[in-house]
């Protein structure tokens, strides 16, 4: 991983950008602070770049966004039950 400040980035854009495209990971700081990152683009299965090409889905690259709910369960918990059925 290489760290890179905002000057130092907008003066050697072209090298760093080399470098995330083989695979290193770049964080730009401003004033100290981690602010962005630079890597490599993972190329997206056929399937989902075509939805993506129609406007079907929008998809920034990372995982999803927003888990379901969890199921309710009633009664005992679930490792009562199993050590129930063990015995």
């Known amino acids: 991983m290489t760290t890179v400040g905002i000057k130092e980035l907008k003066a050697h854009l072209s090298h760093y950008v080399r470098l ?3 695979g290193e990971r770049v964080i ?9 990152e630079l890597r490599h683009i993972e ?3 056929p399937g989902l770049q075509a939805l993506i ?3 079907a ?11 379901p709910q969890p199921v309710e369960v009633r009664g ?8 129930e059925h063990r015995r």
Do not use: I
């Open 43 to 45: 190329p997206t299965h």
């Open 53 to 55: 090409d129609k406007g």
């Open 28 to 36: 730009v700081t401003d004033r100290g602070r981690q602010v962005a």
């Open 76 to 83: 005992d918990p679930l490792s009562t039950t199993v050590l």
């Open 20 to 22: 995330a495209r083989d």
């Open 57 to 67: 889905v929008r998809w920034s690259g990372a995982g999803p966004q927003h888990t």
